[in-house]
């Protein structure tokens, strides 16, 4: 039996363990090798790295992507889509959604692994539909919780609703790192007797169950798991390539890796790992084992926010309080897994709730949006209260928000004008407007200046 390997160093691993701040010129060196490393996968694209590039890097998402692209032309690329929010934090019109999609393909995309925050069918419908009509693979994903109402009963249903949708795969999302071996063992197995389509498990190691998680999960037959190369593996980020493939193979199963190459792969990383260390950009906590998660579950890049947003507020002593309320405001909404956005939204209302001493005295709006609907379907009931509170008798939106949404490629186009170069221009700025205006400037800064340059040498 062959397993296969995603790896996850260029997106998900860059984006726990160092907030999506590596530049392409960092990791540009060893492309030629992961492309010959016998990866099923490499993450690379979507996440937080298109935002990251936009407002910290100066980088141009798309042109990065083609860069890897072109390094990397025997490999299968992957990104992270969330949806009908697509990169963003809120909802997008369909115009925008296949847009997006299609060009994600166009500019070198194989893969688009694509996740609801509420497991919403609804809302992944449409780029699951584009991305099939593009040509690429589409996986869809369940975002992983423990709550009265997650069974496993409701995962398998999940899982076979994006079947008959027409993805390729499946992938279990476990963002925070609290699935344990059992649970992924019987998940993995019941989802392998109900959908024929190949399964594919993502897990961090933040509480340190994430290795022995995927080798449970591979027992039960589990096709694709996610690791990092070793020196960017551990704590929130997924467990490590390399061990996870020596345990396998002495386990039997065939792993399709070039060890040589995967050992080059890492001697480099170290070295970029290295840099991190030393500038303090990585900061070594992230790489522990923290099983306290396992208790509020709260994810390990939630954890962190929680924390500057208290230190900020120089309110860090109530930081246990709002530790024990943030599972209280999820039972409010629902039980909504705490993936993005709804990991933040529901982090914001706990600090709120605690600090202002009263409950619910502020609700913050992005919470008002998501009991009226505008998220989609909440996984539970809401709170009768709550509800009564936000919407004053009415009923919470039944439809699709995104049917309600005006078309946005058109209106964005004219507005930008000649400062958009191209379709992927437009997207960047609907994704994210200041930023996207920001880097355009500077690019043609660079142009003029570049310009200027060739002059003088001619002359
Ligand atoms: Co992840």
Known sequence: MKVNFTETVLRDANQSLIATRLPFEKFQPILSKIDKAGYFSVECW??????????????????????????????????????????????????????????????????????????????????????????????????????PIHSLGSF?????????????????????????????????KSLKENVKVPIVVHTHSTTGLGPMTLLKAVEAGADVIDTSISS???????????????A????????????????????????????????????????????????????????????AQLTAQHKLDRLEEVLEETPRVRADLGYPPLVTPMSQMVGVQATNNVLSGERYKNI???????????????????????????????????????????????????YLGENAKSDEDVLSYIAFPAQAEAFFELREERATRTFAYSIKKIQ
């Open 46 to 147: 979507g996440g937080a790295t298109f935002d990251s590039c936009l407002r910290y890097l100066e980088e141009d998402p798309w042109e990065r992507l083609r860069k890897i692209r072109k390094a990397c032309p025997n490999t299968k690329l992957q990104m992270l889509l969330r949806g009908q929010n697509l990169l963003g934090y809120k909802h997008y019109p369909d115009d925008v959604v296949r847009l997006f999609v299609r060009k994600s393909v166009e500019n070198g995309i194989d893969i688009i692994r694509i996740f609801d925050a509420l497991n919403d069918i609804r809302n992944i419908e449409v780029a699951v539909d584009e991305t099939l009509k593009s040509g690429a693979h589409a996986q869809g994903a369940i975002c992983f919780t423990r709550s």
């Open 156 to 188: 398998v249903n999940y899982a076979k609703a994006m079947e008959k949708l027409g993805v390729n795969s499946v992938c279990i999302k476990d963002m925070a790192g609290i699935m344990s071996p059992q649970e992924a063992y019987d998940l993995v």
């Open 232 to 246: 960017f593996s551990g704590g929130t980020s997924q467990p490590p390539t390399e061990t996870l493939a020596y």
């Open 248 to 307: 396998l193979r002495q386990q039997g199963f065939e792993v399709g890796l070039n060890d040589k190459t995967v050992n080059q792969i890492n001697d480099f990383f170290k070295g970029v790992r290295d840099e991190f260390f030393k500038s303090g950009s990585l900061n070594p906590v992230v790489m522990s084992t923290e099983p306290e998660a396992l208790i509020y579950q709260i994810p390990g890049g939630m954890l962190s926010n929680l924390v």
């Open 364 to 414: 913050s709006n992005e919470i008002k949006s998501y009991i009226k609907g505008e998220y989609g379907k909440a996984p539970g009931e809401i709170n009768k209260e709550l509800m009564e509170k936000v919407l004053g008798g009415e009923k919470p939106m039944t439809c699709r928000y995104a049917d309600l949404l005006e078309p946005g490629i058109e209106k964005a186009r004219e």
